[in-house]
């Protein structure tokens, strides 16, 4: 029997769409390659929200129903105001019954992890920078022609029959692929994240808008909290002190249980990070035989926790038109073809809600909040706002399809 090299795939970035679609092409025969600059894949950012659209994409590779069981909101939560009073409520029950699944909260370590032990030992590289050096060409659909991508790194040169660029929202390979791309803007807010021990007293999770600032305190299934704040600053700026003593500063006086929340952070693993987005969309997600994804193709504002949740769909979407390396122009052009429109919608969507959180002047947040109190009277209101992101489907190979690459991966 005659044995086809399995085509190559070299993964630049080791965050969680890289590692999404690095498991994703291994499992349709693809043999990979994540290089990552960093020494270790330490997951930056300590919580990640994964919405249902998440889950249903991680089920294509095996992993969704691991990540539902660490679900931790139960109940009831909702929208406050800085001195407690509820602006409007939601029910965890009510988001599983629209959506076909629960929001879990988990630490961006477990996924990275989970990710990766799907892939085999030697996959991933750490500690190796990579640069573009040739986006490639993709051949003929009967694998003539063409020219591989080239890949540059310490130990030398790696050609790959694909490139995906997962480097995130500064993408040295965005840059390479589209130099004239204005890159990312500020989006006017800044935002704080940790993870603390659970309070004493129980908490019903929560997200607080006050006047130009916003905090969220949710629930981790191993105990502990998840807790983000955002706020209109300039951009660049850092805390004269510490980032705990700014917090203290911004969000001391707010309701119970921000106040503990903070007194609890260890001033050292407060992360603090300007928000930039691309409110600009590329023209195409891919060049060449090489293609990004996440924060490297469509950064957003983290105001809907859509980012990881869209880098993961990039990454099964990918996968889903790249069964092998044949048609690879056709498939790359058709991952664009159904990622741009969707991300760049929720790009924008993402940005206007940022710009209601930057909202300051006393009239306009008496006004907003007034909007989302009246949201507690149009059941399901709130939830309205993710239909069509939480509801997203992957999609579905046709038998037709599954039957011929199973035959040419074993001629």
Known sequence: MRTTPKPHAVVVGGGIGGLTAAVALHQRGWHVTVLERAAALEAVGAGIGLAP??????????????????????????????????????????????????????????????????????????????????????????????????????????????????????????????????????????????????????????????RGALWGTQPLKDGRVYAYAAAVTPAGGHAPDCEKAELLRRFGGWHDPVPGIIAAADPGQVLRHDVHHLITPLPAFHRGRTALLGDAAHAMAPTMGQGGNQAIEDGIVLAHHLPDAGALGAGLAAYSADRLP??????????????????????????????????????????????????????????????????VRNQ
Do not use: C
Not at 123 to 144: F, H, K, M
Not at 183 to 197: D, Q
Not at 358 to 384: C, E, K, Q, W
């Open 53 to 210: 659209n998440a889950h249903r994409a991680l089920d294509v590779i095996g992993l969704g129903d691991e990540i539902r069981a660490l679900a931790a909101w139960q109940g009831d939560g909702g929208m406050r105001t800085p001195g407690g009073r509820w602006l409007s409520r939601m029910s965890s029950s009510a988001a599983t019954e629209r959506f076909g699944g629960p929001l879990v909260l988990v630490h961006r370590a477990i996924l990275v992890d989970r990710l990766v032990s799907r892939l085999p030992d030697d996959a991933v590289r750490t500690g190796t920078a990579a640069s573009l050096a040739d986006p490639g060409v993709p051949g003929a659909a009967d694998g003539r022609g063409g020219r591989k991508a080239v890949v540059s790194t310490p130990d030398g040169d790696i050609e790959a029959d694909l490139v995906i660029g997962g480097d995130g929202i500064n993408s040295a390979m965005r840059r390479a692929l589209f130099p004239g791309h204005p890159g990312p803007a500020y989006a006017g807010i800044t935002t704080w994240r940790v993870v603390v021990p659970a309070p004493d007293r129980p908490f019903a999770p929560h997200e607080t808008w006050g």
């Open 342 to 407: 969707r991300t760049s919608g929720i790009v924008r969507k993402s940005a206007q809600i940022a710009k209601l959180v930057s909202l300051s002047s006393a009239p306009a947040v008496a006004a907003r909040d007034t909007l989302m109190t009246l949201a507690r009277f149009g059941p399901g209101l709130a939830l309205r706002t993710f239909d069509g992101i939480a509801d997203w489907q992957p999609p579905q190979r046709t038998y037709a399809a599954e039957v011929r690459d199973f035959q």
